[in-house]
């Protein structure tokens, strides 16, 4: 993969910023996007220094596919220019989309020679540690209005746990994507594990189920079950099984707490943007609106065709859409391909981790249904982590 050796003076500092950027995913991805932030910095030096040594033959056509993808979200915004509310602001918003793609092989470099046991347990002590601290303060909030661990009144679904990050679609979406990754890993390799970490992963596992039923996010809670059904793809036969007991489970949490999940007028109001999407998308065909910027026309778009509910404004509730809206044919293509490749690099895969990533890719595939978590900052840091670790593994596997 590498087709030149990494100078020993550089090594350890390699090391320790791949290793500080998965610290801070561990801590911010349930809990804030500035200490992902953090993330970002620390895996400059190993992105550009590895960049440099890669032998980029070896990357997965996935990569291509998401970094053809990255290119078309800038261009979006520059042939847009004359309708670009934010400038080019945007354009630089490709930055989580190029990081994707630039952390593979440092990724790679780590999983394969530095991530030790103790690292391992630091890491996943770490971010079940993020986990309860959400649980704690969202759950008080929920319950008083003011949430201790941020010290702020909540003004916005006091009715609904959203963790420490204040709103609660972020939230949800990123705790289904890590239970998805947690609950397929159990599966994968229950019987690896000891007495002793069975119980805490078991309790750690109902703290995170009541988080998340609690958020009462139907997309969320629906992007979960679609990743543990995601999980045996690759065998019929669980795959029934499984979605006929999720169904069955969900029919009972979902109407033995109907109040709760009702949202008076929501479901008219994301059609809506479904609707104004795809005719964002006729307008403007080729190269959509530009990256980030359907939702600064979306109202507009709606007083021009008569959608309903025209006061109301906002990206497309839909990654698919979101994309054909901001980027076009053209951004809808490479995204294509990028997820497609992706699809089938799982499939070609025998090996544990490729059925718990084709999981969580099965989880953020059901989320982006009913949000654009494709333009969402926070669920982007999430998505782009999964993609990368998943495209280091399908390097390693083909290694072997």
């Known amino acids: 993969m590498l087709i030149k050796s990494v100078n020993p003076k550089y090594s350890k500092f390699l090391e320790n910023s791949i ?23 620390a895996m400059i030096f190993p992105c550009i220094y590895l960049a440099f040594k890669t032998n980029w033959k070896d990357v997965p056509k996935s990569a291509w596919g998401l970094l053809a993808f990255t290119l078309t979200v800038v261009l979006s915004v520059f042939i847009n220019h004359e309708v670009m509310k934010n400038g080019f602001k945007p354009a630089f918003k490709a930055k989580y989309f190029l990081y994707g793609f630039l952390s593979i092989v440092p990724f790679y470099y780590f999983l394969t020679s530095k991530l030790t046991q103790k690292r ?25 209005g003011y949430n201790p661990i941020t010290f702020r009144h909540v003004e916005m679904h006091l009715d609904r746990n959203s963790g420490i990050m204040g709103f609660v679609l972020n939230y949800a979406h990123n705790l289904s994507y890590f239970m998805t ?53 690759k065998d019929i036969k669980r795959l029934v099984i499984t979605l006929v007991v999720f169904a069955a489970l969900g029919t009972i949490g979902y109407f033995g707490n109907y109040q709760s999940f009702k949202r008076e007028g929501s479901d008219t109001l994301r059609l809506s943007m479904w609707e104004t999407a795809l005719v964002g998308f006729k307008e403007r065909p080729i190269f959509g609106w530009g ?32 994309v054909m809206a901001t980027t076009g044919a053209v ?58 670790v998943s495209a280091a593994h399908t390097i390693k596997e083909r290694s072997l």
């Open 291 to 322: 990256y980030l910027n359907f939702e600064q026309h979306s109202t507009d778009i709606k007083k021009r065709h008569g959608i309903v509910h025209q006061e109301f404004g906002g990206h497309a509730h839909n990654s698919i859409l979101e």
């Open 19 to 41: 290793y500080t950027a998965l610290l801070a995913y561990a801590a911010g991805l349930i809990t804030s996007i500035s200490i992902l932030g953090l993330a970002h910095i």
């Open 120 to 144: 391992k347990y630091v890491l996943i002590g770490i971010i079940f540690t993020s986990t309860i601290i959400a649980l704690i303060g969202g759950t008080i909030a929920r319950k008083t």
């Open 181 to 233: 990754i947690f609950v397929t890993l159990l599966i994968a390799f229950w019987r690896d594990f000891s007495k002793k970490e069975k119980v805490i992963y078991g309790l750690v596992l109902a703290l995170n189920v009541y988080a998340l039923y609690t958020t009462y996010a139907r997309g969320a809670i629906l992007a979960l079950i679609a990743g543990i059904a995601g999980y045996f793809l």
């Open 331 to 388: 951004g809808f293509l490479a995204f294509l391909i990028w997820i497609g490749f992706w699809v089938h690099e799982l499939f070609l895969r025998s090996d544990k981790w490729s059925r718990v990533e084709l999981a969580a890719l099965c989880a953020v595939f059901v989320g982006g249904l009913t949000q654009s978590t494709i333009g969402l900052g926070i669920n982007l840091f999430f998505i782009m982590l999964i993609y990368s």
